[in-house]
């Protein structure tokens, strides 16, 4: 197996429309300098995709990710912005690189300092990898996460990852365990196909 011994700033999918829109709709309305607070905090008290709906900023999150298209789209949309009102800042880090091993464990002749050890703890990731859309379980899970990193996240791999995290080949999922035991270089590549139709008159009743 490759490893690193050292992090490797990496965004995730760079390219992704989900990650580009995501991270335009959370500086209008969530950055610490553009976004408002008390859209913020309102979509930060969600206690359901109902209590984002109530809000236009999530709302508007939804028809520019295409919420039309289907209930479970809407769904996940919604519980999106959710997830990135806990964002207070953005990062240029992979979540995982962030939250994980400093460096690869598997290679130390002796234990790692506390300064490269991972800020989540194994078993925490073992609970997150393993969390499913359904119920607000992922949601409730990246929130945690984005706590743990004391709001600083990357907002466009959170999203992309959300997004395609119950893809059927599984790649969101691998390559944050790659990340988490740093060892992102043997990863496989984020190429996620998440192209997304125009979606200026797309609303959520659609």
Do not use: N
């Not at 990852?161 to 691998?174: N, S």
């Amino acid at each position: 197996m490759t490893t690193e011994s050292s992090p490797v700033t990496h965004r995730i999918a760079p390219s992704s429309d989900v990650g580009r829109r995501a991270l335009a709709w959370w500086t209008a309305h969530c950055g610490p300098e553009a976004g408002d607070a008390s859209t913020r905090a309102r979509l930060r008290r969600a206690r359901s995709g109902l209590d984002v709906l109530a809000v236009p900023a999530g709302v508007m999150l939804a028809r520019q990710l295409g919420a039309s298209r289907s209930p479970d789209r809407a769904a996940k949309a919604l519980d999106l912005a959710h997830v990135l009102a806990h964002v207070r800042r953005d990062s240029d880090r992979a979540p995982m690189q962030a939250a994980g091993w400093q460096r690869f464990p598997f290679d130390a002749t002796t234990e790692l300092p506390p300064d490269q050890r991972p800020r989540l703890s194994e078993a925490r990731f073992r609970h997150l990898i393993r969390a499913e859309h359904a119920d607000g379980e992922l949601a409730t899970a990246f929130i945690r996460l984005i706590a743990l990193l004391d709001g600083e996240a990357s907002v466009a791999s959170l999203a992309t990852a959300f997004w395609h995290w119950d893809a059927q080949d599984q790649r969101i999922r691998r390559r944050w365990a790659f990340e988490y035991y740093a060892a992102g270089a043997a990863a496989p590549d984020d190429d996620s196909a998440d192209t997304l139709p125009h979606t200026h008159d797309e609303d959520v009743a659609g």
